[in-house]
């Protein structure tokens, strides 16, 4: 059995397209909002969905028909999920204080 030690962004998002799920149904399977899925994917590998929301995950996983644990696995064998720099801190856009949410930089 496939288990994740922490979600990210692209694991949540591997899960959502291995249950062949719109981001909306997907969402809604999980307890959230189509919002926060948008949110975790744009993040990619550099954001980490709350605890609650990682439990939601492991469960979705845990619970997944073969075939869906099985496309899982292939899609995390496609993508390098791992070897990316995610700092804990950036400047935003706006101005020169700094955000506590993380981004990635390639």
Excluded at 6 to 15: F, I, P, S, V
Excluded at 20 to 30: C, G, K, P
Aim: glycine share 4%; charged share 25%; with cysteine.
């Amino acid at each position: 059995m496939t288990v994740v030690g922490e979600w990210t962004g692209a694991t949540a998002r591997a899960l959502r397209i291995a249950r062949r799920m719109s981001v909306r149904r997907f969402a809604e399977h999980l307890g959230v909002s189509a919002r926060a899925v948008e949110k975790w994917e744009a993040g990619g590998r550099c954001i980490r969905p709350r605890p609650v929301n990682q439990a939601a995950l492991d469960t979705s996983l845990r619970l997944a028909p073969p075939d869906v644990r099985e496309r899982f696995r292939a899609l995390l064998a496609q993508a390098d999920l791992h070897d990316v720099h995610c700092p804990a801190r950036w400047p935003t856009s706006a101005s020169s204080s700094f955000s506590s949410a993380p981004v990635c930089t390639w």
